[in-house]
C-alpha cells in the first residue's frame, strides 16, 4: 500500500476540468431458476468499488519535460509497478464533506464506527483521510482527545455514545486507486500533442 498522491493535471487554455468519469460497482451473484420464473441475487459487496476513467487528451509535455502532466502520469504509472500498488488521489468536485455527515448512531456500547458518506440512502465508505477531520456527537464538536482515528477510517471514541445519538463528521478525503492494466499507452504524436486516450484505475477498498 503506497500513500503517494497523485495530482490530477490542470488543462490549459482555461479548459475548467480534466473529463473524469467515475462508475459505482457493486458484485452481485444472480442465479435463475431453472423454469426462469424469477431470480435469486445476493449482493457481496457493501461498499461499491470506483472504476475512475481519465481523458489524456489534455495532458502536455514528454518523457523529459520536468513535471509535465506527461511524465507525471508516466512516472506514476512506474512507481506503481503498474497495477501491482495504489495511491492516493484528491478527486475534483469529490474530495470534501463540508456538511454535517451521519456515519451512525451510538447505542450505549459501541465505540468504533466506520467513517461513511451517504447518497439520498446510497452507502459509501471513506478510509482515507485528508487531514484531521471534525467528529461530532449530537451536534457537538468532540476534543480530538476523546477518539481515535485509523488509517482505515475508523472512529474509536474512550466512550461510548449513548443510544441512538447521532454521529456526524466533516473533513477532506482522498480516493485510494490502483491503475487496471499492467500496461499503459501514452501515445504522443509531437509538439506536445497527445491523441485522446484514457487512463484507467479502480478504487480500494482496504481490508
Do not use: C
Given at each position: ?44 459487496s ?5 472504476d475512475?476513467?481519465i ?27 503498474g497495477?501491482a ?8 468536485g ?28 446510497f452507502?459509501?465508505?471513506?478510509q ?19 477518539y ?29 486507486l ?16 497527445f491523441?485522446?486516450?484514457?487512463l ?8
Amino acid at each position: 500500500m503506497s500513500n503517494t498522491i497523485y495530482t490530477i493535471p490542470v488543462p490549459p487554455n482555461g479548459a475548467w476540468a480534466v473529463p473524469i468519469t467515475r462508475t459505482p460497482r457493486f458484485n452481485t451473484i444472480r442465479q435463475d431458476t431453472a423454469a426462469y420464473r424469477g431470480q435469486t441475487r445476493i449482493s457481496l459487496s457493501p461498499y461499491p468499488v470506483w472504476d475512475v476513467e481519465i481523458d489524456t487528451a489534455y495532458f502536455t509535455g514528454s518523457e523529459s519535460t520536468i513535471s509535465s502532466s506527461y511524465q507525471l502520469a508516466l512516472g506514476l504509472f512506474g512507481q506503481m509497478k503498474g497495477s501491482a500498488d495504489d495511491f492516493l488521489v484528491t478527486m475534483p468536485g469529490d474530495n470534501t464533506i463540508s456538511t454535517a455527515m451521519p456515519f451512525g448512531f451510538g447505542d450505549g456500547v459501541t465505540t468504533a464506527f466506520q467513517i461513511t458518506r451517504t447518497f439520498a440512502g446510497f452507502l459509501d465508505i471513506i478510509q482515507n483521510l485528508n487531514g484531521s477531520p471534525s467528529i461530532f456527537v449530537n451536534g457537538v464538536l468532540q476534543a480530538a482527545n476523546t477518539y481515535g482515528i485509523s488509517n482505515t477510517g475508523i472512529v474509536t471514541f474512550s466512550s461510548p455514545p449513548g443510544v441512538a445519538v447521532p454521529l456526524t463528521w466533516t473533513g477532506s478525503f482522498y480516493y485510494r486507486l490502483h491503475f487496471v492494466d499492467d500496461s499503459l499507452q501514452l501515445q504522443f504524436i509531437g509538439n506536445n500533442v497527445f491523441t485522446a486516450s484514457t487512463l484507467k484505475f479502480e478504487s480500494v477498498i482496504l481490508p
